[in-house]
């Protein structure tokens, strides 16, 4: 049993970097992507180690094609973060749960990343001011993070529902029939 179990951890880890690797590459709307959802739901799913990794082969892989950039360590330890942290909050999750943690993951992503554009990037000035125009200048983009995450989360653990109960509805008609 843990064979399969294994089997199936690499099986839905390899989909989900697969999924995240598209849908970076494919046209969408700026900050409209699926990679802290798969960190929160691979976190939720995975072994930690798993469900860690996940997300930031998702992003290695895309970004050596959309192309390198001088935050990507902020970001990828963003979504690193996001895992570990679903690992040990949704272990048994919840509606509420899930939810809490989307919502927190979002607004954390903005802050750490805005933060750093506004430390790093020289586009700011390193003032009151300039901080509050980072972020003022930001939200546009939370906005789409925000639904991004909520819709791809859900449909991920949607789909991870339907087809747990599909499985376990399959194995109890294969458990009774004879051989």
Partial sequence: MNTIKAHLNVGIA???????VSLRLLPHP????????????GGSVLPRKLAVWVPLVAMMLSDVVIGLY????????CYALIALASSLWLRQPTLLKGA?????????FFVV?????WLASGMYPHSWSGIVAC???????FRNTLLSDAIYTSALFGVYALATAQ???????ASQTPN
Avoid: D, E, H, R
């Avoid at 390899?14 to 995240?20: E, F, K, P, Q, S």
């Avoid at 001088?70 to 330890?77: K, R």
């Avoid at 943690?101 to 979002?106: A, G, I, Y």
């Fill in 14 to 20: 390899l989909c989900l970097i697969v999924i995240g």
């Fill in 30 to 41: 700026a900050n409209f992507a699926p990679i802290a959802a798969i960190s929160i739901f």
């Fill in 70 to 77: 001088s935050l990507m360590p902020v970001i990828w330890g």
């Fill in 100 to 108: 809490v943690l989307t919502v927190s993951s979002s607004v954390f």
């Fill in 113 to 117: 990343t805005n933060f750093a554009v």
């Fill in 135 to 141: 972020y003022t200048l930001a939200v546009p983009f």
């Fill in 167 to 173: 499985s376990k509805k399959l194995l109890k008609v």
